[in-house]
């Protein structure tokens, strides 16, 4: 068997990796990697001067709807093997509605806040007291409603029916405290100014318990004076007196039995009234951001990276591209 020289077994590695140097390719790819590298390192320098952001969440439980527990049931069967069935009707649907509502949104923008705001790489922490809109710093009211639509976020999960909201501002204390606030009124809104069959009935049973009282009053006066001129008529020798008089009983007892019915309904009402009114059950409350949301730095590095050694390497090796392209495009 020939033995092969030394010196062809030793130089065949170095030429080789002369080659690898010499390629075009390697050439331009390192001159994209210098571009990329610059590229990447100048937009890591500048997220260091962009405004942190701090994300505050909070998840919220799905509400039951009555008389839905053969949906409830098939919606769960569907959840385990991973399909989204939507159940029957729960205010819960409406809570994003009522959030980007304008008057929960007016009452948050004018809600005052005490806060650290944390600046940038150059600006120091200072402590501030003032309001949604003012820091919002945006004329009109129309334009502080919608730029605090962008702060406040709603998302349900398909699966679970979970509510997650959030609000993300510069200073973790800030975002916390909003939250909070948005919860408050959203509560606020579902007992007080939420609309339900109890409180309507329960409304429409008080003021007519209010007239029915009103009418026996009037009842009662009536016999009261008719007895003061006839004391003894139910033994008196005028039918038309007797008669008179069994007629006031009867329509002051019927009056009485309407009263008392009015009042049970009332209270019956009341009752129900407390039932349909919507609880909001709160999973996790608004938490204090420890580490910032935004700007993700890294991801911003990275992929200014990709896109500038990516067209970089592109464009210098244009040429080869469509060459190679070329065969393709006369096929």
């Not at 509510?163 to 405290?177: D, Y």
């Not at 009332?266 to 009752?271: S, T, V």
Request: net charge positive; hydrophobic share 45%.
């Amino acid at each position: 068997m020939e033995e092969v020289p030394l010196n062809i077994r030793i130089c065949s590695p170095v030429r080789s990796l002369a080659l690898f140097r010499a390629s075009p390719w390697v050439r331009d790819g390192v001159r994209a990697a210098r571009l990329a590298l610059g590229a990447a390192l100048a937009v890591a320098g500048l997220s260091l001067f962009m405004a942190p952001g701090y994300r505050s969440q909070a998840r919220l439980l799905p509400l039951e709807a009555r008389g839905s527990s053969a949906l409830g049931g098939m919606a769960a069967a569907a959840a385990a093997m991973g399909i989204g069935i939507p159940s029957a009707d729960g205010s819960d649907i409406t809570y994003p509605e009522i959030i980007s509502s304008r008057w929960l949104r007016e009452n948050l923008l004018d809600t005052p806040f005490t806060y650290v705001t944390k600046g940038t790489l150059l600006a120091r922490p200072r402590t501030e007291t003032r309001t949604l809109r003012q820091y919002l710093g945006v004329p009109g009211n129309d334009q502080a409603c919608q730029a605090l639509g962008e702060l406040i976020t709603t998302q349900r999960d398909l699966k679970s029916k979970m509510l997650t909201v959030a609000v993300e501002t510069r200073s973790p204390q800030l975002s916390q405290a909003a939250l909070a606030r948005t919860l408050t009124l959203l509560e606020t809104f579902l007992m007080e100014k939420a609309q339900t069959r109890g409180r309507a009935r329960a409304a429409f049973a008080a003021s007519r318990l209010k007239e029915a009282e009103a009418e026996l009053a009037l009842r009662e006066q009536a016999l009261k004076r008719f007895i003061e001129v006839n004391r003894n008529y139910s033994i008196s020798p005028d039918p038309t007196v007797r008669i008179s008089g069994l007629h006031l009983e009867g329509s002051l007892r019927l009056q009485q039995q309407l009263v008392s019915t009015l009042a049970i309904n009332r209270e019956q009402a009341l009752l129900e009234e407390k039932n349909d009114v919507p609880l909001l059950n709160i999973l996790d409350s608004a938490n204090l951001p420890t580490g910032r949301s935004r700007p993700a730095r890294a991801r911003m590095t990275l992929l200014a990276f990709v896109l500038v050694f990516g067209g970089s390497l592109g464009w210098l090796q244009r040429r080869a591209l469509l060459a190679g392209l070329s065969p393709t495009l006369d096929r």
